[in-house]
């Protein structure tokens, strides 16, 4: 039986795999570097742009969420090398899908690695996207506070945000 | 010779219409033609495409609305359809592979996924199936 894993070893766990598939995925797609800029712990989802896409995580071990957010100007750029096209062409509806689609990978790239190192099985729900400066949103695990993982692109920042309560 | 060219006919199954614009796109840089590329938003409408036109490959997705793509290509087998599927999705557990594996798909690619992961794998499977 696996030792079961303390706060700060399923943290490190959390961040590594994130950061890795966050980088693997921007720069597969679209072709970009992306630098780390910090890690913090924040009790509420806070986003630093326009646009969130949101995706639920359930499984036997516990329940959490992922969410990433993009500068409205970042989301487009990356849209428009994700279609080969100019910025002034992607309109809201791709931007919505394609950053819904990126977190897909993120978090399906990540859930390989955090399987490798012996987490349990976990599903994860479709993408939900929130626009707007300054969203939020009102539900997520209760007393378990966000991992914010904030990351510079192309002279912009972005975040991810994971947070992940354990059963019992 | 390439095994994709032309005359290839390709149904792209993904509920990302970015992401199916993305495949369409790589698609066309390998001289498929626009005519023969079709697409369906989920697992219900890929299956009433592939069940209604004959295409060289399917391109299918697994986390979808309405019907999973995995539920898809049981679907299309048990209607004996025999085109060969290409699963391409974030699902990339051991178990999924096997799944799809055992559920009829014939191949499996990863997201994310380059232009040439995606030849690659295309012409691996035309290859293949071209033989016989």
């Keep these: ?168 | 010779m390439s095994a994709i060219n032309n005359q290839t006919r390709v149904l792209v199954v993904d509920d990302s219409t970015v992401l199916r614009k993305v495949i369409i796109g790589i698609l066309k840089d390998l001289n498929v033609i626009a005519d023969n590329i079709t697409e369906a938003g989920d697992g219900v409408e890929g299956v009433k495409m592939a069940l209604s036109q004959p295409f060289n490959i399917i391109l299918m997705d697994w986390n979808m609305p309405n019907m999973l793509g995995i539920d898809a290509v049981k679907a299309i087998r048990q209607a004996g359809v025999k085109t060969p599927i290409l699963m391409v999705t974030t699902e990339g557990e051991r178990q999924n592979v096997i799944t799809a594996i055992q559920a009829g798909a014939n191949s499996y690619l990863v997201k994310p996924f380059t232009g040439d992961d995606l030849r690659e794998r295309i012409e691996q499977i035309l290859a293949q199936f071209s033989a016989g």
């Design chain 1, 1 to 168: 039986m696996k030792p079961r894993l303390d706060s700060t070893a399923l943290d490190a766990l959390l961040v590594n795999a994130y950061v890795s598939a966050t980088t693997e995925v921007l720069k597969t797609m679209v072709g970009l570097d992306v630098g780390m800029k910090g890690i913090s712990a924040s009790p509420k989802y806070t986003p630093v742009g326009d646009i969130s896409a949101i995706i639920g995580v359930t499984g036997e071990s516990g329940e959490g969420m992922l969410g990433i957010s993009f500068p409205m100007s970042l989301a487009t750029l990356v849209v428009s090398r994700l279609l080969s096209l100019p910025p002034q062409k992607i309109n809201s509806d791709d931007r919505c899908d394609a950053i819904g689609e990126l977190a897909n990978m993120i978090t399906g790239k990540a859930k390989m690695s955090l399987m490798q190192e012996g987490a349990s099985p976990y599903k994860l729900s479709l993408p939900t996207i929130i626009l707007g400066a300054g969203h939020g949103i009102s539900t997520h695990p209760k007393n378990t506070p966000f991992l914010v993982m904030t990351f510079e692109m192309e002279g912009e920042e972005f975040n991810l945000q994971v947070c992940f309560k354990m059963n019992g």
